[in-house]
């Protein structure tokens, strides 16, 4: 199974986001079977779905796209840490679908590119922000005009990967990384995925009024208001 992804795919992750439990702190992303997801279905393309969009009123054809690009940026959500647990192919929309999580777990017989390119499309589903973010400027441009493949051992080296291991023990490090993040303060968790999502578009002054802000708060929480 290689696990390609679909616009009624899109549509059932986002109704999985819906319904997520209030308690839920972590959410990990998986693939089964030999890849964690080959990219856009192929069949798909070729059934003319992209044509119809493309004949679409920009309204219609954009509102939809933005449908699409939800099923992945509700990764970001605040009050979730999320992984991808990610093995043999992350292609195209897969590779995007890794991006979208916090963290990313990688087995050691992955393999990422950024296809797009190859069928004269762009990344659209939130995935050039997160890769520039990731690598910088060069090196997501260099991988996103070539849809070159990147090993595990490429991504760890150049900061896609925040662990690689055997692909045997892939879910063993997963649940390792999930029970350490469990292990801390929920409120102090989320304060710091706060500060830490939006440091890059804050001023150093900006990112130290953030932390004032946000240890003032947990320390109200943790020892009262002092009234």
Same mark, same amino acid.
């Given at each position: 199974?290689?696990?390609?992804?679909?616009?009624?795919?899109?549509? @059932?992750?986002?109704?999985?986001?819906?319904?997520?439990?209030?308690? *839920?702190?972590?959410?990990?992303?998986?693939? %089964?079977?030999?890849?964690?997801?080959?990219?856009?279905?192929?069949?798909?393309?070729?059934?003319? %779905?992209?044509?119809? #969009?493309?004949?679409? %009123?920009?309204?219609?054809?954009?509102?939809?796209?933005?449908?699409?690009?939800?099923?992945?940026?509700?990764?970001?959500?605040?009050?979730? *840490?999320?992984?991808?647990?990610?093995?043999?192919?992350?292609?195209?929309?897969?590779?995007?679908?890794?991006?979208?999580?916090?963290?990313?777990? *990688?087995?050691?017989?992955?393999?990422?590119?950024?296809?797009?390119?190859?069928?004269? $499309?762009?990344?659209?589903?939130?995935?050039?922000?997160? $890769?520039?973010? #990731? *690598?910088?400027?060069?090196?997501?441009?260099?991988?996103?005009?070539?849809?070159?493949?990147?090993?595990?051992? @490429?991504?760890?080296?150049?900061?896609?990967?925040?662990?690689?291991?055997?692909?045997?023990?892939?879910?063993?490090?997963?649940?390792?990384?999930?029970?350490?993040?469990?292990?801390?303060?929920?409120?102090?968790?989320? @304060?710091?995925?706060?500060?830490?999502?939006?440091?890059?578009?804050?001023?150093?002054?900006?990112?130290?009024?953030?932390?004032? @802000?946000?240890?003032?708060?947990?320390?109200?929480? $943790?020892?009262?208001?002092?009234?």
């Amino acid at each position: 199974m290689l696990n390609a992804q679909t616009p009624a795919m899109w549509a @059932e992750i986002n109704e999985i986001a819906r319904d997520l439990p209030g308690d *839920v702190r972590v959410v990990v992303v998986r693939g %089964e079977g030999r890849a964690f997801s080959a990219g856009l279905d192929r069949q798909a393309a070729a059934s003319g %779905e992209l044509a119809k #969009l493309a004949a679409s %009123e920009d309204s219609v054809a954009l509102a939809r796209i933005a449908g699409y690009q939800q099923a992945f940026s509700w990764l970001h959500r605040p009050d979730i *840490v999320t992984i991808a647990a990610v093995h043999g192919h992350a292609i195209g929309a897969g590779f995007q679908l890794a991006l979208a999580c916090d963290l990313r777990v *990688v087995a050691d017989d992955a393999k990422f590119s950024m296809a797009e390119v190859a069928l004269g $499309l762009v990344p659209d589903l939130g995935g050039t922000k997160r $890769l520039v973010e #990731l *690598v910088g400027y060069a090196r997501a441009m260099e991988l996103c005009v070539t849809g070159r493949r990147v090993s595990a051992d @490429e991504a760890d080296k150049i900061g896609l990967a925040n662990l690689v291991v055997p692909v045997g023990d892939l879910d063993g490090a997963v649940r390792d990384l999930s029970a350490a993040i469990l292990a801390g303060n929920r409120d102090a968790v989320v @304060e710091i995925k706060a500060l830490l999502a939006g440091a890059h578009g804050r001023t150093y002054e900006a990112q130290l009024r953030a932390e004032r @802000e946000a240890q003032l708060r947990r320390m109200r929480e $943790l020892f009262g208001s002092g009234e």
